[in-house]
T-cell receptor
């Protein structure tokens, strides 16, 4: 298993540009999550999904969109990039069951100039 | 409402001395609690977790944590620090009643290990 993979590793965007951060997991996990990590802070939840076709907002969803057409993929879309979206983005997945934990991808570092 | 407070943003220890990273939580219901470690420019790795079983939890790399309900604490300890322990550590709470199993992160503690 590759686990949770994210692409790209690093990207520079200009203000107003759009992009999609890709997240794929090969563990057949139902639950998937997108977080952002700002310097000196913990991770904040952007969006999450409890299964294909079902998504919901987290703490900081403004400026982002997601879709979940398959179990494996959970892309995060930035439509109009702003400097405030400069951050490191982590995707995570989790199987069902109360005792389970989240597995994190390696992250995507995004710089908006 | 659930929350997590990591009481120290930075901790420095000498190699070979004990490590204590402090975490307090607030939760209306019995939560699951986790410690994750993040090495520079890396993703997050699970160190250990508490999920309503034994209150003293052992994790990887010699770390352990004790769940104390009366003190609402889940402090992380290690008897002897190693240089490779230098990293950022996150305490995380996940309320058991949440069907979405969302995580709430603390702001992190950066551990520095001095030679």
């Amino acid at each position: 298993n590759a686990g949770v993979t994210q692409t790209p590793k690093f990207r520079i965007l200009k203000i107003g540009q759009s992009m999609t951060l890709q997240c794929t997991q090969d563990m057949n996990h139902n639950y998937m999550y997108w977080y952002r990590q700002d310097p000196g802070m913990g991770l904040k939840l952007i969006y999450y999904s409890v299964g294909a076709g079902i998504t919901d907002k987290g703490e900081v969803p403004n400026g982002y969109n997601v879709s979940r057409s398959t179990t494996e993929d959970f892309p995060l879309r930035l439509e109009l990039a702003a400097p405030s979206q400069t951050s490191v983005y982590f995707c995570a997945s989790r199987p069902p069951g109360q005792e389970e934990t989240q597995y994190f991808g390696p992250g995507t570092r995004l710089l908006v100039l | 409402a659930q929350s997590v407070t990591q009481l120290d943003s930075h901790v420095s220890v000498s190699e070979g001395t004990p490590v204590l990273l402090r975490c307090n939580y607030s939760s209306s219901y019995s939560p699951s609690l986790f410690w994750y470690v993040q090495h520079p420019n890396k993703g997050l790795q699970l160190l250990l977790k508490y999920t309503s079983a034994a209150t003293l939890v052992k994790g990887i790399n010699g770390f352990e944590a004790e769940f104390k309900k009366s003190e609402t604490s889940f402090h992380l300890t290690k008897p002897s620090a190693h240089m490779s322990d230098a990293a950022e550590y996150f305490c995380v709470v996940s309320p058991l009643t949440s069907g979405t199993y969302k995580y709430i992160f603390g702001t992190g503690t950066r551990l520095k290990v001095l030679a």
